[in-house]
């Protein structure tokens, strides 16, 4: 699998808008509100480009010589008609705009969420899943903007820029040529002013951010920061990060100021030096006081439109680089992926599992075997127990027995089919497994104990939980099975932690169960009643144990003992403490009864 770029919290610029064509094909499946959004947009543009024509028939007209209170109220109605016209239009164009845009990134977050969800973990693995997140959070929220806001701007403004070009040449085609030299010169401080402010923008948010980071890292390790005494250093640190900001922020506001006295002196002095013109033709009789109104209205409106269109075409690129980054994540393949005619496994399931000379290397690490010519069958109903130092590749067994990874040679068989042969779900169907860790999620405890099987009643939840040593602390909860148990279950402590997982293992009466170091993490009473739930989890199952406390897997019918991706020793307890290799030396450290060896 190919390592995935580092992925930027902060949404950086495409090179162009190549892009944005998935955002398109998104809206396209809303082709009702897309064609109303594009028919308000277009009106409000055109009443916008009507306002200055407004303007002009009730200076020519309405004021002319000899008119009547009747005439000029008869141009005010058709001036308020364009208010109430542009009124109507801006209120459905925010409306069917904010709509797609809303509904196109909901669309993009389902998609995105529903093929990570394909994806093996070992693409998590090599890919950040914080950073992952940054594109579902901050990408997201940037093709929000640039269909709800940015490319209902860029159109407007390009609408209201043709057609005020062209209504312009019409009123006057002189100082329209005077207009067309003007404008680029009013627009170029903007321009360059306005990099440098979107830079300092972006840097002035990164400081903001590594504060934020500061702040949070600082307040979730506060006992550490007193007990080391480290409270006059941290305030350093923090005030040092906030003095950074703020000189940040100050630059960002002197450029603003700067390029605010630039562009009023720019903008507003063409602006009268093309009325002082006017005026001079108005006065030699060659235009009309309406016409000339109109024409600065209009022109501002087309000055401010072109601006517009310099500033959202750097909106663009950004969201065209939160498309890029998006379309990454909805074209990435799964690397492990069902067949196109996949195996049935046997019914009703034996349990049995077995490796057969495999070896294996992570993708990240390809030039360490972490398993190597590994041979182990597991009988239906049989207990093996690994055990062996850190790095041995006892955990890889489990990845590799849940089809998590392929190994690059030899093969993983499941009551006799090979893994690669079958459905990853339906095998994943017939393993249990109860991690190191109690994985809990942000939820009651009802929908993290029928994790293992969604569709179980109270009574079999109930029923798990009594199996698993868990009933008597969660009837004790506020709500029982309704209360919120945190975020990763921070309300239970890690032995009740462990026993929901226990339970949840127990409702997915599945066949093969895998225990990870289940007891590793607990106290002696808590790793007593783990023990006990996972005694009974384990009877008529296929069994396979990675223990570091060798206490915990006297009892196995096999224990295999790792080094170096290989076994080098296997029997019962008795057997292999006896026989004075590996495990030996390891039992010898832990149990008093064993001499050493």
Not at 200 to 224: F, H
Not at 467 to 494: I, M, V, W
Request: hydrophobic residues 50%; charged residues 20%.
């Amino acid at each position: 699998m190919a390592r995935q770029p580092q992925i930027r919290p902060d949404v950086e610029p495409a090179d162009n808008l190549g892009p944005l064509t998935m955002i398109w094909q998104a809206a396209m499946r809303y082709p009702g509100r897309l064609v109303l959004a594009v028919m308000a947009l277009v009106i409000t543009a055109a009443a916008t480009l009507a306002i200055p024509a407004g303007f002009r028939l009730i200076i020519d007209r309405g004021f002319a010589e000899g008119g009547s209170p009747e005439d000029i109220g008869r141009w005010f109605r058709y001036l308020l008609m364009i208010v109430l016209v542009l009124a109507a239009g801006t209120a459905c164009r925010f409306y069917f705009v904010s709509w797609l845009g809303e509904r196109v990134v909901a669309d993009i977050r389902m998609a995105v969420q529903q093929n990570l969800l394909r994806l093996s973990p070992g693409f998590f693995e090599e890919n950040s899943p914080k950073e992952i997140s940054s594109r579902m959070t901050a990408d997201t929220t940037q093709i929000e903007r640039v269909v709800g806001t940015t490319v209902s701007v860029a159109l407007r403004n390009l609408i209201m820029v043709i057609g005020g070009v062209l209504y312009l040449l019409y009123l006057a085609p002189q100082l329209t040529l005077g207009l067309v030299i003007a404008v680029p010169v009013a627009i170029l401080p903007i321009v360059w002013f306005g990099r440098r402010l979107r830079k300092l923008s972006r840097d002035s948010q990164d400081r903001i951010a590594d504060v934020g980071a500061m702040t949070t890292e600082v307040l979730g390790a506060m006992k550490i920061v007193q007990g080391f005494n480290q409270e006059g250093r941290e305030h350093a640190r923090f005030s040092e990060g906030v003095a950074q900001t703020f000189e940040t922020a100050r630059w960002r506001i002197l450029m603003r100021s700067i390029m605010t006295g630039i562009v009023i002196v720019v903008i507003f002095g063409s602006i009268t030096l093309l009325l002082w013109r006017g005026a001079l033709q108005v006065a030699a009789g060659t235009i009309s006081g309406g016409t000339i109104a109109a024409f600065v209205l209009t022109g501002v409106i087309v000055a401010g439109a072109f601006g517009s269109l310099t500033e959202v075409y750097g909106d663009l690129l950004r969201g065209a680089g939160a498309a890029s980054r998006l379309n990454e994540l909805l074209r990435e393949k799964p690397a492990i992926a069902p067949p196109a005619r996949p195996q049935a496994l046997p019914e009703p399931a034996r349990g049995s599992l077995a490796f057969q000379n495999v070896t294996f290397r992570y993708p990240t690490r390809p030039e360490v075997a972490v398993v190597q010519d590994f041979s182990l069958a597991i009988e239906p109903g049989e207990t093996v127990a690994i055990v062996g130092p850190s790095g041995a590749g006892k955990s890889t067994l489990f990845q590799l027995a849940e089809r998590f990874y392929d190994p690059q040679a030899g093969s993983v068989r499941l009551d006799g089919v090979p893994l690669t042969s079958a459905d990853p779900a339906e095998i994943r169907r017939r393993m249990a497994l109860v991690p190191q860790e109690g994985t809990l999620f942000s939820a009651n405890a009802r929908d993290n104990l029928r994790y293992g099987a969604w569709d179980a009643d109270d009574e079999a939840i109930w029923e798990a939980a009594r199996a698993a040593n868990a009933e008597e602390f969660l009837k004790e909860l506020p709500q029982g099975l309704d209360t919120y148990l945190g975020e990763g279950g921070a309300r239970l402590s890690g032995g009740q932690r462990q026993r929901v997982a226990i339970a949840r293992a127990v409702l997915r009466d599945a066949p093969i169960l895998l225990l990870d170091e289940a007891t590793s993490a607990l106290d002696a009473e808590s790793e007593r009643l783990v023990q006990q739930a996972l005694d009974r989890l384990m009877e008529n199952r296929t069994t396979l144990v990675i223990a570091h406390r060798l206490a915990t897997i006297r009892a196995a019918d096999r224990i295999a003992v790792m080094e170096g991706g290989r076994i080098v020793e296997i029997g019962n307890h008795a057997q292999l403490a006896g026989a004075g290799g590996l495990y030996a030396r390891l039992a010898s450290l832990q149990f008093d009864n064993v001499e050493p060896v």
